[in-house]
């Protein structure tokens, strides 16, 4: 009997589960739109909930208020950054120049693809940039940045490769951002990441060939 009413409370509680699920991308899919719409400094709960067709008194049991709303966005950015770093990096199948150039393109084609949803939460980052989550992303991107220099610069002295990964993580990222604030075409976007990874890699080329003695 026990285990039937447990199963019972089981299958109740996965409808409803799959439905709080369901509220929450929805939510958080609005609050997408309306900061890509608004801006960090336009954007409210109330605009959003409206947005998602639900109450606000409904948003409110998922996200007490805009920040939590705000790092949530923020925390899946996060986690969607790592993955492709860590999917295309760490791929040992491919030589490290490989893998380089395909981040530049991938990265340059995300930036431009959610240039609105990037500056916005971007101006909003003071909310949260100490956060102990921001801190474990950072730790999670350095090291995984740390791992592929290894593999594209084996001889070099560790201090050459932390210098070269953070000068390219660097340049990257700022550019990405500067270049994304302009609508740009797909023939633009293709030509910027190559140039990028031209450069890039021609860089690595020149740390390789010094070796031991950079």
């Known amino acids: 009997m026990a285990d039937r009413r447990s199963r019972s409370v089981s299958s109740r509680k996965q409808p409803q589960q799959a439905r709080s699920n369901e509220l929450v991308a ?23 909930a409206d947005r998602a067709g639900v109450s606000v008194g409904s948003l409110y049991q998922y996200f007490p208020n ?7 966005l923020q925390s899946d950015e996060w986690r969607s950054t790592g993955e492709l770093l860590r999917g295309i990096l760490a791929d040992g199948t491919r030589p ?4 380089l150039r395909a981040l530049v393109h ?7 693809e959610e240039a609105a949803i990037r500056g916005a939460l971007s101006d ?23 791992a592929f220099m290894r593999d594209a610069l084996p001889n070099a002295p560790e201090a050459t490769r932390e210098l070269a990964g953070e000068l390219i993580k660097t340049t990257l990222t700022e550019i990405g951002k500067r270049f994304s604030e302009t609508s740009r075409s797909e023939a633009e976007i293709i030509r ?14 020149e740390l390789a060939h010094r070796g031991g003695h950079s």
Do not use: W
Request: proline share 5%; hydrophobic share 50%.
């Open 66 to 72: 805009k920040a939590a709303i705000l790092f949530r």
């Open 192 to 205: 910027h990441a190559d140039g990028l990874a031209d450069m890039f890699c021609a860089y690595l080329n």
């Open 26 to 48: 929805a939510i958080l899919d609005a609050a997408v739109q309306v900061l890509a719409k608004e801006g960090a400094q336009r954007f409210t709960t109330a605009r959003v």
């Open 106 to 112: 991938a990265f340059i084609r995300s930036e431009c």
């Open 124 to 146: 909003a980052a003071p909310l949260y940039r100490d956060a102990p989550e921001a801190q474990e992303a950072r730790a999670a991107g350095k090291g995984i940045v740390a």
């Open 96 to 99: 490290p120049p490989a893998r």
